[in-house]
Each structure stands twice: as structure tokens, then as C-alpha cells.
């Protein structure tokens, strides 16, 4: 992990050197620049990629409007920078959207799931239907409630089985009611996972108290056919990839970051003044304590984001300083660390660096963005902001 982490640091840093936004062909000129190949740029892009978790970077189109159901859910566990608020708000880490394939008149739906990985743990499965009001004509009748019921559609003479349908959900829903309304279905999708050929999909049956049909002018859900994109039929997945972060990620609820956006103070104090009487410099020539400092990488420079709905970017941070003898503790050092310093001080044995100044907190961030289905997804990543630096 700590070596994802350096890359991203060093290749943000060549994207945002001194964190002014660089002009749109700053990567190329950077990199011809240096004489480095274009290999060498796509191999970096590549690698980038895979600390997001993708093989190839998602198709492009001309993109719909996100599920406003996925905007909420990434504003509530993400700040405007992306940065997760509440690291324990998501059981898993990715959340799916899909649209309904079928867009059949009847209350049918599939779905089509081939861009979940396998490897994705399906911990939640949610059937979202958009509930209209019933039509004036009929509005006056003497029920109050129905009861509606989500059933898995079955190949009956695959499984040697009699019954067609499966029940997955049921619910009594108020006749007048009008808005979302939410049953979980995560057996039925845990079997299409397992056996993508038996995915065939749902089937939604309204019925009296009594047991008998409803009529479907009375209580009427929104199609993919014929209703606004706002309000189609929607599958929402919630899984984990599985993919953890190391050690470093603050699992305190009450230590996430206080606003991210703000540069921190620098730790100086008494350690600026000590590192400037040992006279040490950094390549700038400028001394300084360790200390985190902006580094805002930018999806639209590294050219995602036709894919990428939120954020535009993001500020990652990294640590640079000095961290010289004495050690104070706004130095946040480990004990390895001010040892070493002391050894370096007095000159014990020989070749012995002053301790690095390298992040020793990390937050999560979350990305909202389009797979090459056009299903908007919603993934976290562990271990992607320096939250404080240290001396190590
Ligand atoms: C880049 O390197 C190649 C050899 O690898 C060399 O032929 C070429 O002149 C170099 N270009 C520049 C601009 O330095
Ligand atoms: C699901 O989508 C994939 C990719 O878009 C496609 O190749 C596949 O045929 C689709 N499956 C069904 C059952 O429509
Ligand atoms: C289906 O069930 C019948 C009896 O219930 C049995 O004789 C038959 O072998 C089964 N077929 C399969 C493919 O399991």
C-alpha cells in the first residue's frame, strides 16, 4: 500500500508541481521535457488506474444524469473534496446503480449486472420503485392499503421446479402514497451472481388485503418506457471489493478530518527555529519542519473526466521537511524515529539519515463515476489523503 502511496505522491507531484493547476498540455510538454516516452506516461496512467481499482479507464459517452439517489448518497459520505465524513456510514466499499433493461409496460424488470467483478461481495441488494399517484379517475375507492410484492422470476424447467416466481419482498404501502419505495432483494441478486444465466429478472404483483389482483390504474409504479429518467426503476448494490487499507487509516469516527480543505498550520514552533540553527535545507533551499503541504491532483488534467462525476479532484497532501534533532512532539515522532534522530545528532555510527517526514495518518476518499455500462458507481479508496505528517 505504502508504495501505491508513493507513486501517487510522485506522480501527482509531477502533474501539480507546487500546486498550481498546470496548463492542459502539461503533462505532455513535462514528460518530452524530460525526454521520457510516452510509455512511460501510459504506464504511469496505467498504474493510477490501478490504485482505482480499474483495468482500463471506462467507455466515454454522452453521459445522462446521475441517479439523484447516488448524488445524495455520495454527498452524505463525502465532503466537497471527495474525502469521506464518516468512515463507518458504507457497510462495504462501492455502491451500484443500474437502470432496468427490460422497460417493459408490465411491473417487470432485469437488470444486467455483468460489470460487478466477481470478486465483489454482495452484501445488500435494493429493488427502488418510484410509486406515482393513482390516476383521478379512480382515486376514490375504498381500500387504503395494498400490498405489494417483489418476486424472483424462475426458469421452471431448468430447476425441475413447479413454481415460476420466488418471493423476495413484501410490503403493505399506502394506496395514496406517492415517492420511492424500497424492498431488498439481495437473495435473488447473490443467485444471479453466482449463475448469471438464471438472472431472469423481477416481477412486482399488487394485491388487495384480500388477496386479490389490483387493478393497475390504481396503484402504479414509474417504467423506464414511459416515466421521467428521474424516476426509473433502479437496482442499487451495495458491495465490497474487498480491497483494505493498511494500517494507517484512522478508524476513529471522531478523527476525520476537520476540513480537509484548509491547509494545515505547519508544525513549527520551536522546531523551525531548531531546524534552521542546524542550517538544513531542502533542495528549494528554503529550511522547513516536516510539515503537510497541499497536492491537488486533478482528474480533468489527467483526462477522466468524461468518466468521473464527482469529485473534479482532490487535494492528497504530502509531507515534506525536515525532521532534525531534537524531535518535538508537535514532530508527531515514532520512538524509532527520535532515537534515530539522537543517533544522527551525535554521530554514533556513521551514515545515518535524520528520520523522514512521511504521512502518518490517511484518509479515504470517494469517487462517483460511470462503468462502461452507464451504471453510475460510487467506490471508496482507502488511504488516498495524508491526514497529518510525521516523523518516521
Ligand atoms: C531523447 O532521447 C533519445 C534517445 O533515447 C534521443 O535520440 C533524443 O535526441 C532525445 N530527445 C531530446 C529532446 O533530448
Ligand atoms: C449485459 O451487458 C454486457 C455488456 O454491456 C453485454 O455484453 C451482455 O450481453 C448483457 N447481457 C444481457 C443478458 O443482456
Ligand atoms: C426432475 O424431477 C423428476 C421427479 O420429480 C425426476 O425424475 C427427474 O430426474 C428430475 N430431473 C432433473 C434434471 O433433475
Given amino acids: 500500500m505504502s508504495e501505491i502511496w ?48 480499474m483495468e482500463d479507464p471506462p467507455l466515454t459517452r454522452g453521459h445522462k444524469q446521475p441517479p439523484q439517489y447516488m448524488l445524495d448518497l455520495y454527498n452524505t459520505v463525502a465532503d466537497v473534496n471527495g474525502v469521506t465524513k464518516d468512515p463507518y456510514l458504507l457497510e462495504g466499499n462501492t455502491v451500484r446503480s443500474f437502470f432496468d433493461k427490460l422497460r417493459s409496460e408490465q411491473v417487470e424488470f432485469r437488470f444486467n449486472l455483468s460489470t460487478v ?34 418476486y424472483q422470476l424462475l426458469d421452471s424447467s431448468k430447476l425441475n421446479i413447479t413454481q415460476e416466481k420466488k418471493l423476495l419482498s413484501s410490503r403493505l404501502i399506502p394506496i395514496h402514497s406517492t415517492g420511492w419505495e424500497v424492498f431488498t432483494i439481495t437473495q435473488a441478486v447473490r443467485a444471479w451472481m453466482a449463475d448469471e444465466g438464471s438472472n431472469l429478472g423481477l416481477q412486482v404483483v399488487v394485491r388487495t388485503l384480500g388477496g386479490s389482483q389490483m387493478d393497475m390504474k390504481l396503484v402504479r409504479f414509474a417504467s423506464g418506457r414511459s416515466h421521467h429518467q428521474s424516476k426509473q426503476p433502479m437496482l442499487v448494490l451495495f458491495t465490497d471489493d474487498g480491497r ?26 520551536g522546531a523551525s527555529r531548531s531546524a534552521r540553527s542546524l542550517d538544513y535545507s531542502d533542495e528549494d533551499g528554503v529550511s522547513l519542519p516536516c510539515q503537510r503541504l497541499p497536492l ?97
Avoid at 478508524?251 to 508544525?267: G, I
Avoid at 464527482?310 to 504530502?318: C, D, E, K, M, V
Avoid at 462502461?372 to 505528517?389: F, H, I, P, R, T
Wanted: glycine fraction near 4%; aromatic fraction near 10%; hydrophobic fraction near 35%.
Fill in 6 to 53: 508513493l507513486f501517487v505522491i510522485s506522480f501527482a507531484t509531477l502533474l501539480c508541481a507546487t500546486a498550481a493547476r498546470p496548463p492542459h498540455n502539461y503533462l505532455e510538454n513535462h514528460f518530452t521535457a524530460e525526454n521520457e516516452s510516452e510509455e512511460v506516461r501510459s504506464a504511469a496512467i496505467k498504474r493510477l488506474l490501478e490504485v482505482f481499482g
Fill in 117 to 150: 467483478a466477481r470478486s465483489e461481495k454482495v452484501l445488500t441488494a435494493e429493488l427502488h420503485l418510484f410509486k406515482l399517484r393513482p390516476q383521478a379517475s379512480v382515486s376514490f375507492n375504498r381500500h387504503h392499503f395494498c400490498q405489494v410484492s417483489v
Fill in 244 to 269: 483494505r487499507s493498511a494500517t494507517l487509516e484512522s478508524k476513529d469516527p471522531n478523527d476525520t478530518p476537520a476540513s480537509p480543505s484548509l491547509p494545515q498550520v505547519p508544525m513549527a514552533g
Fill in 296 to 392: 491537488y491532483v486533478d482528474f480533468e488534467e489527467i483526462g477522466w473526466s468524461g468518466w468521473i462525476v464527482s469529485p473534479r479532484g482532490y487535494n492528497a497532501y504530502h509531507c515534506k521537511g525536515s525532521c532534525p534533532f531534537p524531535l518535538g512532539q508537535n514532530m508527531r515522532p515514532t520512538n524509532h524515529a527520535t532515537v534515530q534522530s539522537i543517533i544522527n545528532a551525535l554521530k554514533l555510527t556513521k551514515g545515518i539519515e535524520t528520520p523522514c517526514c512521511v504521512p502518518d495518518k490517511l484518509f479515504s476518499i470517494n469517487l462517483l463515476y460511470f462503468d462502461d455500462d452507464e451504471n453510475v458507481v460510487l467506490k471508496q479508496y482507502d488511504d488516498m489523503v495524508a491526514g497529518s505528517c510525521g516523523c518516521q
